[in-house]
């Protein structure tokens, strides 16, 4: 149906016009405005509306307040997303901050401690400065109460002078036979010792007694409750003794004097006395306050009144821990086992160390996957004051570093910070040509030698240290010692390059270098001086910068055999089954009994049979039977190592080298 039509029709279009008329344009804004032709905007103010200004003032006049001081404490690698938390800012703030100074960052980056101090004091923070092992410290002691303090064992440290009868002590009272099996009868690492009392225990701590050991004795000193000092009744005073009174006085802590060998005919207790009265120790029987016990390690004498004496002093120091906190500690000492890896000896202060915890030891991170008491035993935990050695490092620690119990997204970050500091401090590392101690009197006088480098591989991590504080002292204004490489375990090839390419010494103490280790030296005419008794290290570099080197002693090598089995036989010891691997083995030469890279004893074959046939030698790929002289420890796993020894004059041992590696270039 269509739509009804309109009453009005629209007008028709006139001719030669539009039917709908347009509406005029609108004036256009001008481009350019005019107060900007004539002159500044200043000049020209624009009119407000009233009230208007009023409002805009009173938004503008509101400054900002100032925040008010805020503690913080700030430890190394703290990440940007960390200190916002501790200031209370927004993370935005202090990344807006840094922009504004030029370091771009993100927000999980990890600051240096000179970039996030001065990031805190821009917002009011108050800062102190402290490692995460501090930290941890400070949060354990802000939780602990009266209650949560339990009484712990005494640590008891052991000093005196080299040989007075430290560890023949301390084998007397925990019945073992330790000082035997040091090199020399020296004790040349720190040995700690859990003895249990009746319902009590004690924890001892054994320091070596040579003046080249002051860090190891000061090391024991800072983790010790009281000190037992130990002098020789025949022998009295000595500058060790001296050392040993500074290192207990400094650290604060009792000292008991213990007077050995008092069943010799030339001892004079009495004088050690007088003695050691004339340094501040007065015995408690002449008026003082410190106590003295005659005592003898071989006999056994007066060690029950010592042990009484110690619990005496513990009791009055009332020496507490909180067990359940998260354990901390100190480590001893550190070596890399060949079976195990890693193992670092620690002594558990505060907490309880059980399997499975992460842990935190300098630049070094792990998670213990077993703990062994002193006596190699399994431990299933590690209450306060207990020493243990640890298995599940990533690394070998640092003697004395802390050991602390964290989680593990902290402590990954916290090692990758410490690790990458180490990475930048290690690459600076001169090169050299390459030189031996035999030549280098020669080459001083010439004037051709002004650094001498030296590479450290010892069997513990605390002969590491010591070593590399004690040569670099032997320096002098002809020649400078410098340490470019040191570590624990074997002589390995990749130590060898670093000598080659660095023109180094090598200094083996207490290990031997690898087989393949051996072979690139010689060809490298790399020198590597083998040691076991601490002293000799230093007399040996000293008597080359002088040119007095003694006649050389040149090994040869003859052959290698593992034990594969042992078997006791009546009257002659302990038989090795061996299967010799190169080379021969030959009776009556020179024997090395290698245990997991270390060397455990050094003798001479005493028997060697082929079945029932006595041999008087046995080639490679064959099996025997062979005897080491005054040795029946042997060990499925061991190696015999078996070489001949001649004397030569070092100008004669040099000759030798230089020929014999021009002959291997060739």
Known sequence: MLPPFPDKMPPKAEPGKPLYTRKAPQRQRPVVDKREIEGERKLHPTRQRPGAGRAAAAAVIAPPEPRPPRDVTVTEGITIRELAEKLDVRAKDLLKTLLD?????????????????????????????????????LEVAKEETKESLKPRPPVVTVMGHVDHGKTSLLDAIRQAEVAAGEAGGITQHIGAYKVAMEERSVVFIDTPGHEAFTRMRARGAKVTDIVVLVVAADDGVMPQTKEAIDHAKAANVPIIVAVNKIDKPEAQPERVKRQLTELGLMPSEWGGETEFVEVSAKQKKGIDKLLEIILLVADLRELKANPDAPASGTVLESRVDKGRG?????????????????????????????????????????????????????????????????????????????????????????????????????????????????????????????L???????????????????????????????????????????????????????????DIRTHNIIYEVSDEIKKAMEGLLEPVIQETYLGRAEVRDTFRVKGAGTVAGCYVLDGI??????????????????????SLKRFKDDASEVRAGFECGAGVANFNDVKVGDVLECFNITKMSAAEAAEKTTSGTAASRR
């Open 342 to 466: 890693p193992v670092a000896t620690i002594l558990v202060q505060n907490g309880t160390l059980n399997p499975g915890d992460f842990f935190i030891c300098g630049a070094v991170f792990g998670k213990v996957r077993a703990m062994f008491d002193d006596r190699g035993r399994t431990a299933k935990n590690a209450p306060p004051s207990t020493p243990v050695e640890v298995l599940g490092l990533q690394g070998v620690p640092e003697a004395g570093d802390h050991f602390q119990v964290t989680d593990e997204a902290k402590a990954r970050h916290i090692v990758e910070y410490r690790q990458g500091k180490q990475r930048d401090a290690a690459l600076r590392a001169s090169a050299g040509g390459r030189i031996t101690l035999d030549q280098l009197h020669e080459q001083l006088k010439a004037g051709e030698v002004k650094e001498l480098p030296i590479v450290i591989k010892a069997d513990v991590q605390g002969s590491v240290e010591v």
């Open 101 to 137: 100074r030029g370091v771009f960052a993100s927000i999980n980056q990890a600051l240096d401690v000179p970039t996030a101090t001065t990031l805190a004091e821009a917002f009011s923070g108050v800062v102190s400065v402290v490692s995460l092992e501090e930290e941890m410290v």
């Open 585 to 606: 083995l030959k009776r009556d030469a020179q024997v090395r009994v290698v245990r997991d890279g270390t060397v455990i004893y050094t003798s001479k074959l005493s």
């Open 468 to 526: 590399s504080e004690m040569l670099p002292r032997l320096s002098t204004d002809q020649v400078k010692l410098k340490i470019i490489g040191s570590g624990v375990g074997a002589v390995t090839e990749e130590n060898v390059l670093l000598a080659s390419a660095s023109g180094a010494i090598i200094i083996a103490f207490g290990v031997r270098p690898d087989r393949r280790a051996a072979e690139l030296a010689q060809q490298e005419g790399v």
